[in-house]
């Protein structure tokens, strides 16, 4: 527990990260950063521990320009990934997976059997009702964020994506995926901490990380519902957002405008990303997460 203990150590006395020695190691051959699973596993164990309840975990959290280059994931994050991938490429149904911190066991819990939504959602009342189901049959003791997947074929007719699951780099997070993760981070909005949210769509896997400022940022300017926020982003980058044809709780309608050139929505998520000081990273199915915001000097082929 070497790097869980150094985070203690690292802020009681408020300093800043430190890479440990295999980092420095790797970004001096490679000019890449690299976390271990096992480093990426204790970081997230760090955030959720009780023991640091008092200290209050945003203080555990790491500053934006401190995230790897590439974080690496164990094979049952993968294994996960494509049960869920398999799954709604036939159905064509969104899933959602729970990401936890189980009672005395130093593993990550995810959810094995990843629950069935909608074709562009999966309603509020039954993830709740799983989580709860979870945390009472499971000995979970907190829960650090979830996967879900996003159907290909819907976001090729809703966001004009190209129509191939194979299409490496066109994956992204809706603009509702990005308030919701960003509100259940802003204390003034919920008591939730999510750290980390991911997707999973086509061949790609993409995983949001919160940094130590992004609940400043979300309250100083995220607004107070998803109609607003989503209607912001899309107006001012060339798309229209129709309130009437996005149902509360579900997927986002949005076509694009007739007078300019709209921007992807992958690359409204690093707009939302710099706003809001949040990680971005996308891999390839049983590949390692590489980091696409902060701009990373390493790309997918």
């Not at 408020?14 to 051959?29: C, G, H, N, S, T």
């Not at 709604?88 to 995810?110: N, R, S, V």
């Not at 650090?144 to 976001?155: A, E, N, Q, V």
């Not at 049983?286 to 000097?297: D, K, M, Y």
Request: charged share 25%; glycine share 4%; hydrophobic share 35%.
């Amino acid at each position: 527990m070497e790097f869980f203990e150094g985070l203690f150590r690292r802020f009681k006395k408020q300093e800043r990260v430190q890479p440990k020695p295999e980092q420095r190691q790797v970004a001096a051959k490679d000019a890449v950063s690299l976390w271990s699973y096992s480093y990426f596993r204790e970081y997230l164990r760090s955030l959720a521990s009780h023991a640091f309840a008092e200290e209050g975990r945003e203080k555990f959290l790491l500053p934006i320009n401190q995230y790897p280059e590439q974080i690496e994931l164990s094979r049952d994050w993968h294994t996960l990934f494509n049960h869920m991938r398999r799954e709604t490429a036939l159905d064509q149904k969104e899933k959602w997976a729970m990401i936890g911190l189980k009672i005395d066991d130093p593993a990550i819990y995810l959810q094995k059997t990843a629950i069935t939504g909608l074709s562009d959602a999966v309603p509020f009342h039954i993830i709740e009702k799983t989580m709860m189901h979870a945390l009472k049959t499971s000995d979970i003791a907190e829960r650090l964020g979830s996967i879900h997947t996003h159907p290909r074929d819907k976001t090729d007719k809703s966001w004009i994506m190209p129509p191939t699951p194979t299409n490496i780099g066109c994956g992204h997070f809706s603009l509702t995926d990005m308030f919701n993760h960003l509100a259940s981070n802003n204390s003034k909005m919920y008591v939730f901490f999510r750290p980390v949210y991911a997707v999973v769509e086509g061949n790609e896997n993409l995983v949001i990380l919160i940094s130590q400022t992004t609940d400043y940022k979300a309250q100083s300017y995220l607004p107070r519902t998803r109609d607003q926020f989503v209607e912001e982003w899309y107006t001012k980058n060339g798309w229209k957002y129709d309130r009437e044809k996005t149902d509360e709780g579900n997927g986002e309608y949005a076509t694009p405008m007739t007078q300019r050139k709209e921007t992807p929505i992958k690359d409204i998520n690093i707009q939302i990303a710099r706003l809001y000081d949040l990680a971005i990273y996308r891999g390839h199915t049983n590949g390692p997460l590489i980091r696409v915001f902060p701009p990373s000097i390493s790309t997918l082929p």
